[in-house]
């Protein structure tokens, strides 16, 4: 339903209550952002404890006990924070931003339509998320804090207070995680049908943005796999509750249901979380090189098949957690199978950097960095699938540099790339270039500097979650390397203060921005910057592919999708 | 790289070393491949002031033969890993050889379990004892291990034999090893089991045949215990 | 404007069809995942046999009987609609509801009896199925029941009803959906 034609609405309809997507869009990146300073904040606990274990934390005396002893971390603490770092990081940083609102904000302009087809379920689910957010700070000031099985919280430790001593901070998360799960099912639903429904006229689906390609897949991947979880989810709060007997072995049940039912969705999840900054990159990429992104159906088909695929690999997170070993070859094969799809985007992204015409500005360095740093990523999946190299890894922060060279590329890389991107789109000013490219420079040393001496730390058997590792005179010799990482990450962090200025900074002291200041094709950059209620002032029409760049003959490089160009040379699309 | 590694002590351990090489060579090929390119592509193509980009769409077969020929390369090559993988994984965790010795392992908060046989060398006899997180085995014999759990999911991690199996509770999972050196090594677990997590360490101990057979006794004789 | 526009657009199918649609894609694989779990721990070995013994499967009979009644006037309740009938869309709704009701009432003295003979959610891992499954099944009963009810109250007022009549069609496809878990549920829990 749309609003009536109407006067200003007031601050509480406009600002909180607001049924326009570009206003939910802003709201979901203020709550990412917020959220990203408290996963952070925890990384810097979790990072410095490992680093110098037996240390005061500075900056942490205001933390009360049990948690903390005048500056030195709980061991439960510790438990506690890795655990709300991983959940908020996934289900409170990386969805909202990429999601929530990249997709939000861009979905409805990149079709030419002036909103979502449910504007007040759009409303819905961000205020959902927001409720979930707000259940899962809670649970770090009830008795017994925050839940501390780790963001996969693995039944008996999550099912049965004893083993933790936490009991309504595990049912909390539960309910907080429901609460997310119910957001994006809103939101998914929203999207399809918005993609589906309100196209503008002569926009078929394959004159669509990639963007729009990677959020509609984004969106049926996580509604087909989290439905599993949702039930599980469900039966650990039953266990924890009322007794029942899912997965506590001695009421009858068994530990790996829940294994099952958490991965068969985790692992079409972290593609949940990936696409979307992929098409963040897909987009940047051709504005600044000025040519077609390279085998735009290629892209597509492949990010279908991957799509397909991640319903199918998930037991490579269980390969030795006890499943019958005759499972573990079928599951490696299919979860390298997964790296051809991956390869071919990869491929084809460097394909799209060939005989460009390319310029630097901070949009394009946060993509070509994604680019650079998500190649670690996918190449070190390769010895995760391997269930017998996985033998000796799994559990070790072979894994963890793995996700985070997956992860945090395309949260941060192609989310930040996103948002320097579209910012002048969603708040009508430039941000400055200078913070720009520091941000970026310090993120990407301090990034690479972090997480690469992880490989190492997994290779010489480090755990995973381990609150002092010199207990161990086998991982002694690798305090060095905890150290240098601890040091990088306090760079990484220190790097983010450009943003934040750059950020706030421009909303204010920024530059107007024009239309389209970067001269790029697709429809959101042809309205104003903010564009205005109702989105375009004429409904426009589309006449071409997205990606026209640089035609043949063409008085200017590029083409909106809106222009049937007279003299093109286009080959039609 | 090698370096980084703990000592291998193991007879597979030396197997999933290698499919590890395996993989890292030929990632590490590709990886250098495509950083290349980007960076030359970077170099090759920065914009010059008369010099428009090259409008190609990367649509035609000619063109997209440059993405999905490497890409079938990518994929002949990952199934020559998963080959090598299978096999090792195979010897390690499927195809379990009869034990000269049979242990028994017990994870609890925060200790491991471990019940010896005794001088008669039977499991479920009168001689048998148990020691708390400490790990002894003869040196060059095949080691069994029956792995459960008292109460959470842990995980039994030995990093000189490369190897690591979780301990589920409801569950008896077999396992097994031949330790190839003598010397005094870690047992480690690798499952987020609690606040004391960190310290769940065992002593592994590989002794000489002889040497394994006189501590085995001395423990019977004393009575076994915790 | 929006919706209506959408409509207009023709050959389209409205905006609210689809999202019922997607999101009963979602609620396919919640109970699915589920049902998959109870199959498989059921079937692994275990004998449950004699704990599912005690269900009462004739009682559920009748219950899969008003279900499918119930899934039956809701069909006419939308060819009541497709025919501009808005008294006669009202009685199919409250028979609909009524129905429901029904379902829910004999769920809750099956669930009564089961507890008094001392089998609660707690006592085997069987029982821990049944009352999460049929208990998830009977919030979503429930919440379909609100759901028609607040139509029927629609229908009698007749105010602002050409607006709200579409959405009988979705509350059904919702309800269908419902019915179509009750009837994989049913012979898994209750026969086998």
Request: hydrophobic share 50%.
């Amino acid at each position: 339903m749309s609003e009536p034609a109407h006067g200003e609405p007031g601050f509480w309809r406009r600002y909180v209550f607001s049924t326009d997507h570009k206003m939910i869009g802003r709201q979901y990146l203020f709550l990412g952002l917020v959220m990203a300073l408290v996963g952070a904040a925890s990384a810097y606990v979790i990072r410095w404890q490992l680093a110098w274990p037996e240390s005061q934390i500075p900056l942490t005396r205001w933390i009360p006990e049990p948690a903390m002893y005048d500056g030195h971390l709980d061991p439960s603490f510790y438990n506690q924070l890795v655990t709300m770092h991983g959940t908020i990081m996934v289900f409170f940083v990386a969805m909202p931003i990429l999601l929530g609102a990249l997709g939000n904000f861009l979905l409805p302009l990149m079709i030419g339509a002036d909103d979502m087809a449910l504007p007040r379920l759009n409303m819905m689910s961000f205020w959902t998320i927001f409720t979930a957010a707000v259940v899962l700070t809670s649970s770090f000031f009830v008795h017994g804090g925050p839940a501390a099985a780790g963001w996969t919280a693995y039944p008996p430790l999550s099912d049965d207070p004893s083993y933790t001593g936490v009991d309504w901070g595990q049912n909390l998360w539960l309910l907080a995680l429901a609460l997310e799960f119910a957001s994006f099912l809103m939101g998914g639903i929203n999207f399809l049908t918005t993609a589906i429904n309100m196209r503008a006229p002569g926009l078929g689906f394959f004159r669509l943005p990639l963007m729009v390609w990677m959020q509609l897949t984004a969106a049926v991947l996580f509604m087909l796999s989290v439905g599993p979880l949702i039930a599980g989810a469900v039966m650990l709060l039953l266990d924890r509750t009322i007794g029942t007997a899912f997965f506590l072995p001695q009421r009858g049940g068994d530990p790996l249901l829940w294994q099952h039912l958490f991965w068969f969705f985790g692992h079409p999840e972290v593609y949940v979380v990936l696409l979307p900054g992929v098409g963040a990159v897909l987009e940047v990429l051709p504005v600044f090189t000025r040519k077609p992104v390279f085998g735009y159906r290629t892209i597509v088909y492949s990010t279908i098949v991957s799509g397909l695929l991640s319903f199918i690999v998930w037991a490579h997170h269980m390969f030795v957690a006890g499943i019958d070993p005759r499972l573990a070859t079928p599951f490696s094969i299919t979860t390298i199978l997964i790296s051809v799809p991956f390869a071919i985007i990869v491929f084809a992204m460097i394909a799209s950097l060939w005989g460009g015409s390319i310029t630097f500005p901070t949009p394009m360095l946060f993509a070509l960095g994604f680019l650079v740093t998500f190649l670690v990523g996918g190449v070190t999946g390769i010895f995760n699938g391997s269930a017998a190299v996985d033998i000796f890894i799994h559990g070790t922060y072979f894994v963890v540099a793995h996700f985070h060279y997956t992860l945090f590329p395309t949260v941060f890389f192609g989310g930040f790339a996103g948002i320097y991107f579209w910012y002048p789109k969603i708040f009508g000013r430039m941000m400055n270039e200078a913070l720009g490219k520091l941000h970026f420079w310090l993120t990407f040393i301090g990034f690479n500097a972090t997480f690469i001496p992880m490989f190492l730390l997994g290779m010489g058997g480090h755990m995973r979650r381990i609150y002092n590792p010199l207990q161990y005179d086998f991982l002694k010799p690798l305090a060095p390397v905890n150290q240098f990482a601890t040091l990088a990450m306090i760079l990484l962090l220190l790097g983010q203060i450009p943003f934040v200025l750059n950020f706030f900074g421009s909303l204010r002291y920024g530059a107007k921005a024009a239309d389209n200041p970067w001269g790029a094709n697709t429809l959101e950059w042809q309205t104003s910057s903010p564009p205005p209620h109702g989105n375009f002032a004429t409904p426009p029409a589309v006449h071409r592919g997205p990606y026209d760049y640089s035609l043949p003959g063409a008085a200017k490089d590029f083409a909106p999708q809106h222009r049937a160009l007279p003299a093109a040379a286009a080959r039609g699309a | 790289m090698h370096g980084w590694f703990p000592q291998n002590i193991s007879t597979y351990g030396a197997d999933v070393d290698r499919v590890f090489y395996l993989i890292y060579y030929i990632v590490g090929f590709w990886f250098v491949l495509t950083q290349v390119a980007i960076v030359a592509f970077l170099v090759r193509y920065r914009r010059r002031a008369s010099v428009p980009a090259v409008h190609v769409r990367g649509d035609r077969w000619r063109e997209l033969a440059w993405v999905l020929v490497p890409a079938a390369v990518v994929l002949v090559l990952d199934l020559g890993i998963d080959a090598a993988g299978a096999r090792v994984w195979d010897t390690v965790k499927a195809n379990l050889p009869a034990g000269d010795v049979h242990l028994e392992v017990t994870a609890k908060q925060f200790e491991w379990l471990v019940t010896y046989p005794g001088p008669d060398g039977k499991l479920g006899t009168a001689d048998d004892f148990t020691v708390n997180s400490q790990l002894h085995v003869p040196q060059g014999k095949n080691v069994r291990v029956t792995l459960r759990s008292q109460d959470v999911v842990h995980s039994f991690f030995l990093p000189n034999v490369r190897l690591k199996q979780d301990a589920v509770p409801g569950r008896s999972i077999d396992l097994w090893f031949n330790a190839t050196k003598t010397g005094t090594y870690e047992l480690a677990c690798a499952e987020l089991c609690g606040f004391g997590h960190y310290t769940m360490r065992g002593v592994f101990v590989v002794d000489t045949p002889e040497a394994y057979a006189a501590w085995v006794a001395q423990h019977a004789a004393a009575g076994g215990g915790a | 404007m929006t919706t209506a526009a959408t409509v207009a657009a023709g050959g389209r199918i409205p905006s609210g069809k689809l999202a019922i649609w997607w999101f009963l894609a979602s609620e396919i694989m919640t109970f699915g995942g589920l049902l998959a779990a109870f199959v498989l721990c059921r079937f692994a070995g275990g004998g449950w046999e004699d704990q599912a013994a005690h269900v009462n499967a004739r009682i559920a009979a009748v219950n899969t009987l008003v279900l499918l009644t119930s899934s039956l006037s809701m069909v006419q309740a939308h060819r009541a609609v497709e025919e501009g009938s808005r008294g006669r869309a009202a009685t199919f709704l409250l028979i609909t509801v009524l129905l429901g009701l029904t379902f829910l009432g004999v769920k809750g003295f099956e669930y009564s009896r089961e507890i008094e003979h001392g089998f609660t959610p707690s006592t085997a891992p069987f029982w821990s199925f049944y009352y999460g499954l049929t208990g998830l099944h009977a919030l979503h009963v429930l919440a379909g029941v609100l759901a028609n009810a607040a139509l029927w109250i629609a229908a009698l007022r007749g105010r602002g009803w050409a607006r709200v009549a579409p959405r009988v069609e979705y509350a059904g496809l919702y309800w269908h959906f419902v019915d179509v878990v009750w009837i994989f549920l049913f012979p898994l829990v209750y026969l086998s």
